[in-house]
C-alpha cells in the first residue's frame, strides 16, 4: 500500500510538471522586420537561455508565468511574460542611446543635443581596476588626455593630468568637479574610493568648459559618485587582494665590473701615476670573495626592491523610496612600498548622499565625501625614498663591494678600500635607510556639499548649494641619534644629536552657488534653455612648523620629552577669493540645428584692483545632417551630427601678490663700526598690471552613429591659442638695485591636434562584445612669443625659446665617440680642454664658429609626445567576462642622466650593466664613451632616449556564479575575478620604466609597479 502511494505521487508531480512545461517558439527582427541573428533570450531568474539563428528564429522551454528577457546590442531589451501561447515574434526597437542624458557643467545635456567636445565613461558596477588613486581610471579612456605616473610612492603615486596638451607655463592641471564640489588639484580625486564612481566626463573645448571660466582654462573632469535609487535596497560588498612590483628593475655593474671600471676611471682621469680605488690583492678578493665582510658583491638594486602587498575593501549600502534615495559607503585600501622598508600608506574612505523631495516643489540634496590617509615610515618620510639622498639614489650611490650586512649584524657602510689612499666612501645603507627613524603622517579631506531646488514654476527653477572643502596635514619627523660602525666594530660616522620636527597645516575652501534654470519649447520645433548663474568661493591655508633637538632617549619623541636644542619654529597663512557671474542658453530646432552660448565673468584677488574681473564667452554649433529629410533612406546612418565650436578662457594660476610690492626683511645693515641692525629692502619689483592669462580654443568635429548605433565614430580637431601668459625673465640693470622683476602677461604658446575615436557593440552567438579605441595626434606645441624684452630661460635641462616645444630638452648634439688622437685634432676645440681624447664624446659645432661651447647648446629632445593611442576591449560569454585596457605614447623623449646612466661620474657611484662595453683601446665603442672621460657627463643627445611605449593596462577576467546557486545564500550576485595593472609594456627603453616622469633625475624616483590581484564582488 506504501509502495502504491508513493507511486500515485510520483506519476503526479511528474504530470503537474509536465503540464507546467512548455517550448515556445518565434522569432526576433528589428523595427523593419529584418532578421536579428544572435539575440539573446534568457528566461529572468534562471540560468535557462538560447540565442536566435542566423534567420532570427529561436526555440525554448519555459514554465507558464516565467518572463524571457530578450535583449540584443543596440536595441531596447524587452521583458515578455509567458502565457497560454507557444509563439511568441518579439520586434526590437532602436536603443536611443543619443537619448542618454550626460553630465556637462552645472547640468546635463541630452548626448545627441551635445555641441561641445567632451567624453564620458560610465560604470555600470563598482570598479575593480587595482588602481591606488582614482585618477588612473583615466587611462585608456579618454582621448585627448595624458597621464604621467611618475613614481611609485605609496601615497605619492598619483599621475599628471593634461588634457589636449600643456597650454601655459605654470600649472596645467584640469579642474576637478567632484559631486559639483571644485577642486584645484587632483588630491581629492586621487584619494576618492574607485567603487564610488558612477561616472567620469571630460570636458575639453572651450564651449564645453567655459561655464566654469578661468578654473577651466585647462579642461575640467567632472565626477559623479554613485546615488541610491528608489524601491531599491542593495548591500554591496567589493575587495581585491594583491602584490605589487617594479614594472622593471635596472641592472647595476656586479662587483668585480665596477672594480675594474672605478679604477680605470682613476686612470683615465689621472693618468699613470694616477692612485688607483683598488689595490690587485683587493681586486683579487672582489673576484674570488675570500674576503666577504670587506668585499661583498651585493645587488643593491634585488636587495631593495621587493613584491609588497595591496588590499581594498569596500562596503556599500543604497536605498529609496519614491520621495528619498540614500547612499552609504565606507572604504579601506592598505599599501606597503615596493622599497623594502617600514613605510606604508593608509587609507580610509567616508561618503554618504541623500536625495530628498522634501515638497512637490522642494527638493533637498546632501553629499559627503571623505577620506583619512595615514603614513608611516623611515625618517623623512617620502624624502626617504626620493631625492638626493633617498633609498633609490642609495641603489647607485652604494658601491657593490660593501655587504649588506657585516657578519657581526652591522649594516655593511664601508668597503676595504676605505682606508686605502684613494679611499672610498661611506655610504647609509639604503636598507638601513629604510628603517631608520620614525615618520607619521596624517591627512584628513572633508568635502560636504548641500542644496536645495526649488521649482518656482512649471520648467523654472532655482538651485542654490553651499559647499566646503577640510583639509588637515599633520607630520612628525623624527631623526635619531646614532653610530655606524665597521666589519671590525670601529665607528665610522655618527649622528649625535637627534631631531623632531612637526608641521601641522589646516585648509578649507568655500563655495556658494546659486544657479536659475528655465526652459520651454515653441510649436515642440524650438527648444530653448537658460541657466544663469552666481558663485563665491574663499579660501585660506593656515600652517605651523616646530623643531627642536637634543632629547635624551630616542625612544621618546614630542616637544616635552625633554629635547633643548635649536629650537625653531615657523608659519604663515594665505587667503583667495573668487567671485563669478556666468549664462548659458541652449537652443535647438527640432534636435537638428543646435546653438549654445556662455558667458563667465570672473574675479579673482590675484589680481590688483583694476584688472581682477575678466570676461570669458564661448559659442558652438551642431548640425544634426541625419535628421534631414533627405537622409532619411540612408539606414546604416543612425545619426550624423557636425559640430563647431569656438570660446576663451582665462588662467590665474599664479602666485599671490604679484601685483603688490613685496619687501625682502632678511636684509642687515651695519651702522657705524660695529653696530648691526635689521633692515628691510626692496629687491624686486612688482607688475601692478598684471592681469588674466587668456586662451582661445576653436574646435570642429563630428559624432557619426552606425548599425543602429553599434557603432560609434568621433572626430576632432581642435587649435588653442595662449596669450598673456606670465613670465618673468626680463633682463633688470644692476644699477636700479632689484636683482628680479615680477611677471609680466606677455608670451604666448599655440598647441593644435587632432583627435579620433572608435567604438563597436555587438553579439556573436552567446559572446557579447564591446570593442574601441582612439588616438590623438599633436600636430604642433610652440611657443610663439616671450613678449618684448623677454629672453630665454635655460635650467640645466630645457629652455623656453620661441619656435620650439615648451620645455624642450636643451643641450649639446652628441655626434659620436672620438676613436683616435687624429679626429680630435681635426675636430673644434671642446670647452677648451686639452685633455680631450680618443673615447669621448664628440659634439656638432652648432654656430660653427670653430669652437665647442656654451653657444652650440641647442634643442636635443621634446618631451611632449606626437601620438597618444588607446584601446579597449570587454567580452561577455555566459558567467565569464573579460575586459582589458591598453595605452600608448609614441614619440616622446626623456632625459636620463641620474641613476647609473653616466660612466662612473664621481667616486663613489655604481653605473650600469651595460657600461662595461665602454670605449677602451681594446674595445674602440662606436657607441659608449671611456669612463673618467673629459666632458662626458654633460646634458647632451647622448642621455636623451626614444620612450615610445604601449603598455597592458588593466586586464580582468571574472565568473559570476549561476543565479541558482546563489539564491540559495540570498545573493543577488558573486563575482570572483583575476586581474592586473601594468602587466606589459612593450618599448626599446631599458632599465627605467618609459612612463617616468620627464627631468634628468626623475629616474631616482621609486619605480612605477605592477599589480596582480584576486578579489570578489557580492551583492545582498
Not at 657607441?927 to 593596462?953: A, C, H, K, M
Request: proline share 4%; with cysteine.
Amino acid at each position: 500500500m506504501k509502495n502504491f502511494y508513493l507511486i500515485f505521487s510520483t506519476l503526479l508531480f511528474i504530470s503537474v510538471c509536465a503540464f507546467g512545461q512548455k517550448t515556445i517558439s518565434g522569432s526576433v527582427s528589428d523595427d523593419n522586420g529584418i532578421p536579428l541573428p544572435n539575440a539573446s533570450i534568457e528566461v529572468e531568474n534562471s540560468d535557462k537561455g538560447t540565442v536566435t539563428d542566423m534567420d532570427g528564429n529561436y526555440s525554448l522551454e519555459v514554465d507558464e508565468g516565467d518572463f524571457i528577457i530578450v535583449s540584443y546590442i543596440g536595441f531596447q531589451t524587452q521583458r515578455i511574460e509567458i502565457t497560454d501561447l507557444t509563439t511568441y515574434d518579439v520586434r526590437m526597437s532602436s536603443e536611443e542611446d543619443l537619448d542618454e542624458v550626460v553630465v556637462v557643467g552645472y547640468g546635463t545635456q541630452k548626448k545627441k543635443n551635445l555641441t561641445g567636445s567632451l567624453e564620458t565613461v560610465t560604470f555600470d558596477d563598482p570598479v575593480n581596476q587595482p588602481v591606488t588613486n582614482s585618477g588612473q581610471l583615466l587611462y585608456g579612456r579618454f582621448s585627448g588626455v595624458q597621464l604621467t605616473q611618475g613614481s611609485g610612492n605609496p601615497g605619492a603615486d598619483g599621475s599628471s593630468i593634461t588634457i589636449r596638451g600643456i597650454g601655459t607655463f605654470g600649472d596645467s592641471t584640469p579642474l576637478v568637479v567632484i559631486d559639483n564640489i571644485q577642486y584645484d588639484d587632483l588630491q581629492a580625486f586621487n584619494n576618492l574610493a574607485p567603487q564610488d564612481i558612477e561616472s567620469i566626463t571630460v570636458l575639453k573645448d572651450a564651449s564645453a568648459s567655459a561655464i566654469y571660466g578661468a578654473r577651466g582654462a585647462n579642461g575640467v573632469i567632472l565626477v559623479e559618485t554613485r546615488r541610491g535609487k528608489e524601491g531599491v535596497f542593495k548591500i554591496q560588498y567589493n575587495t581585491h587582494y594583491g602584490f605589487q612590483e617594479p614594472t622593471v628593475v635596472p641592472n647595476f655593474l656586479n662587483a668585480p665590473d665596477y672594480a675594474m671600471l672605478m679604477n680605470e676611471k682613476f686612470l683615465n682621469e689621472d693618468g699613470p701615476g694616477a692612485f688607483l680605488r683598488y689595490n690587485q690583492e683587493q681586486l683579487q678578493a672582489i673576484n674570488d670573495g675570500s674576503m666577504p665582510d670587506q668585499f661583498a658583491n651585493t645587488n643593491w638594486a634585488d636587495a631593495i626592491l621587493q613584491r609588497a602587498t595591496i588590499v581594498n575593501h569596500n562596503l556599500s549600502i543604497t536605498g529609496g523610496t519614491k520621495k528619498s534615495s540614500y547612499r552609504f559607503s565606507m572604504g579601506y585600501m592598505g599599501q606597503d612600498a615596493i622599497i623594502r622598508s617600514n613605510f606604508r600608506n593608509d587609507r580610509y574612505n567616508l561618503s554618504f548622499n541623500i536625495t530628498s523631495d522634501v515638497k512637490d516643489w522642494l527638493r533637498f540634496t546632501s553629499v559627503t565625501n571623505s577620506f583619512w590617509r595615514t603614513i608611516e615610515g623611515p625618517t623623512g618620510g617620502q624624502d626617504a625614498l626620493t631625492g638626493d639622498n633617498g633609498i633609490i639614489f642609495g641603489m647607485q650611490r652604494t658601491a657593490p663591494t660593501i655587504p649588506l650586512f657585516y657578519s657581526n649584524g652591522e649594516y655593511g657602510i664601508v668597503d676595504g678600500a676605505w682606508r686605502n689612499v684613494n679611499n672610498s666612501l661611506p655610504t647609509q645603507n639604503p636598507l638601513r635607510r629604510g628603517f631608520l627613524g620614525e615618520f607619521q603622517s596624517d591627512q584628513i579631506n572633508i568635502s560636504h556639499r548641500a542644496g536645495f531646488v526649488i521649482k518656482l514654476a512649471e520648467n523654472l527653477e532655482f538651485d542654490t548649494s553651499g559647499s566646503a572643502n577640510i583639509i588637515y596635514n599633520r607630520s612628525s619627523d623624527f631623526n635619531p641619534t646614532f653610530v655606524l660602525r665597521d666589519w671590525e666594530g670601529n665607528p665610522v660616522t655618527r649622528n649625535d644629536l637627534n631631531t623632531l620636527r612637526n608641521s601641522t597645516n589646516l585648509a578649507y575652501r568655500l563655495l556658494n552657488e546659486n544657479i536659475l534654470r528655465y526652459s520651454f519649447e515653441v510649436d515642440d520645433k524650438n527648444n530653448f534653455d537658460f541657466l544663469l548663474g552666481h558663485s563665491l568661493m574663499f579660501f585660506r591655508s593656515d600652517n605651523f612648523n616646530a623643531r627642536l633637538s637634543g632629547f635624551p632617549t630616542n625612544n621618546l619623541f614630542q616637544f616635552n620629552a625633554g629635547g633643548i636644542v635649536d629650537p625653531a619654529v615657523g608659519g604663515g597663512a594665505f587667503e583667495e577669493t573668487w567671485q563669478s557671474f556666468f549664462a548659458r542658453v541652449n537652443y535647438n530646432y527640432d534636435e537638428k540645428y543646435l546653438l549654445e552660448f556662455n558667458i563667465r565673468r570672473d574675479g579673482s584677488s590675484k589680481f590688483g584692483p583694476g584688472n581682477r574681473y575678466g570676461n570669458f564667452p564661448s559659442a558652438s554649433a551642431g548640425w544634426r545632417i541625419s535628421q534631414e529629410d533627405f537622409m532619411e533612406d540612408v539606414d546604416f546612418i543612425s545619426d550624423l551630427k557636425f559640430r563647431a565650436s569656438w570660446g576663451l578662457s582665462g588662467n590665474d594660476r599664479i602666485g599671490n601678490f604679484i601685483f603688490a610690492q613685496n619687501y625682502n626683511p632678511s636684509l642687515d645693515y651695519v651702522i657705524g663700526l660695529d653696530s648691526q641692525v635689521t633692515g628691510v629692502a626692496l629687491t624686486g619689483l612688482a607688475n601692478p598690471f598684471i592681469q588674466w592669462e587668456q586662451t582661445e580654443q576653436y574646435n570642429i568635429g563630428m559624432d557619426l552613429y552606425l548599425l543602429n548605433n553599434r557603432l560609434e565614430i568621433i572626430a576632432d580637431y581642435f587649435s588653442r591659442n595662449s596669450s598673456d601668459i606670465l613670465y618673468d625673465n626680463f633682463p633688470v640693470p644692476s644699477t636700479i638695485g632689484v636683482t628680479n622683476l615680477a611677471a609680466r602677461n606677455s608670451a604666448s604658446m599655440i598647441n593644435r591636434g587632432l583627435e579620433f575615436g572608435a567604438n563597436l557593440r555587438g553579439q556573436m552567438g552567446e559572446v557579447k562584445y564591446s570593442v574601441g579605441g582612439n588616438f590623438t595626434k599633436f600636430f604642433i606645441n610652440e611657443v610663439t612669443s616671450l613678449g618684448p624684452g623677454g629672453e630665454e630661460t635655460i635650467s640645466n635641462q630645457d629652455i623656453i625659446r620661441v619656435g620650439e616645444p615648451f620645455g624642450a630638452y636643451f643641450g649639446w648634439q652628441a655626434d659620436g665617440i672620438f676613436q683616435d688622437l687624429s679626429e680630435v685634432a681635426a675636430h673644434p676645440s671642446q670647452f677648451e680642454n686639452p685633455l680631450t681624447g680618443p673615447g669621448d664624446i664628440r659634439y656638432v659645432d652648432v654656430n660653427g664658429d670653430g669652437v665647442i661651447d656654451q653657444d652650440d647648446r641647442t634643442v636635443i629632445g621634446d618631451p611632449n609626445p606626437d601620438w597618444l593611442i588607446n584601446f579597449n576591449a570587454s567580452f561577455e560569454y555566459k558567467n565569464f567576462d573579460l575586459s582589458m585596457l591598453l595605452q600608448g605614447v609614441i614619440g616622446i623623449d626623456r632625459l636620463f642622466m641620474g641613476n647609473g646612466n653616466l660612466p662612473m661620474p664621481d667616486n663613489r657611484s655604481n653605473s650600469l650593466d651595460y657600461w662595461i662595453n665602454r670605449w677602451t683601446p681594446e674595445n674602440p665603442s662606436t657607441t659608449l664613451p671611456r669612463v673618467g672621460g673629459q666632458n662626458n657627463t654633460i646634458v647632451s643627445s647622448f642621455y636623451v632616449e626614444d620612450s615610445s611605449f604601449i603598455r597592458l593596462q588593466n586586464l580582468e577576467l571574472g565568473y559570476s556564479l549561476p543565479k541558482s546557486l546563489i539564491e540559495r545564500f540570498k545573493l543577488d550576485k558573486f563575482r570572483v575575478f583575476v586581474g592586473g595593472q601594468n602587466m606589459l609594456t612593450f618599448t626599446n627603453l631599458d632599465n627605467f620604466d618609459p612612463e617616468g616622469g620627464r627631468g634628468r633625475q626623475s629616474n631616482r624616483n621609486v619605480p612605477i609597479y605592477k599589480i596582480y590581484t584576486v578579489g570578489l564582488n557580492a551583492n545582498f
